[in-house]
């Protein structure tokens, strides 16, 4: 007979957010060749700060795509304190991890219509939410 033994962050994650903003931190960051066209994703792992209550270290994971740098403006911008210019390279690494971001959650579709945490856009900590 097998046995299954869940940790809290196992619980967490199958935790559904509400729709809204949230003080994230970035818990980690990889890169990874898409299977379809090779192409690079940039993968980034948050999780919600929130001391006070049960939604403290909820993690969203984001991808952002080479093809598609567009998506990944507002998240850069959360970091460079000015808008990204034409022709100017932004880094995406490691050193991201620990920083700490505003993250617009909404609801999202994954793995045959299972529901998620889709991080849809971003500001800067302490940053006015629209």
Do not use: H
């Not at 507002?74 to 000015?82: K, L």
């Not at 993250?103 to 940053?127: T, Y």
């Amino acid at each position: 007979m097998g046995r299954i033994t869940f940790t809290e962050q196992d619980i967490k994650r199958g935790t559904l957010l509400d729709p809204g903003w949230y003080l994230c931190e970035i818990t980690d960051y990889t890169e990874k060749e898409s299977r379809e066209d090779k192409s690079m994703n940039y993968i980034v792992d948050l999780k919600v700060v929130d001391n006070d209550t049960e939604l403290n270290g909820i993690p969203i994971r984001r991808y952002f795509n080479e093809k598609r740098n567009d998506l990944s403006k507002p998240f850069i911008e959360c970091f460079t304190n000015d808008k990204v210019e034409v022709g100017k390279s932004y880094e995406m690494s490691r050193d991201l991890v620990g920083k700490q971001l505003n993250v617009l959650v909404a609801r999202g579709n994954w793995n045959q219509g299972k529901a998620s945490n889709d991080a849809v856009d971003f500001a800067p900590k302490g940053a006015a939410v629209r």
